[in-house]
């Protein structure tokens, strides 16, 4: 799907807004042990490349920083 997003954006200005728990990450019971695998952080750096990208959560910068 990653080609399809770049094929779209062509003469386009896109940003992307990706939500952490239950997106990024697995919805869990604690918090805490909510953790992007590392196929997600690939993907994200892949696309953090392409397009101005933001995590949007209420957790503090540390828990989602990659």
Known sequence: M???I???SKGKQFV???DYD???SPIVD???RAFMCDSMR???RKLAR???TAIVTGRC???VQY
């Open 50 to 52: 392409c397009f101005p």
């Open 2 to 4: 990653f080609d399809k």
């Open 22 to 24: 239950g997106t990024l």
């Open 6 to 8: 770049i094929d779209a």
């Open 16 to 18: 992307m807004f990706l």
């Open 30 to 32: 604690d918090p805490d």
């Open 61 to 63: 910068k540390g828990k």
């Open 42 to 44: 690939k993907t994200m």
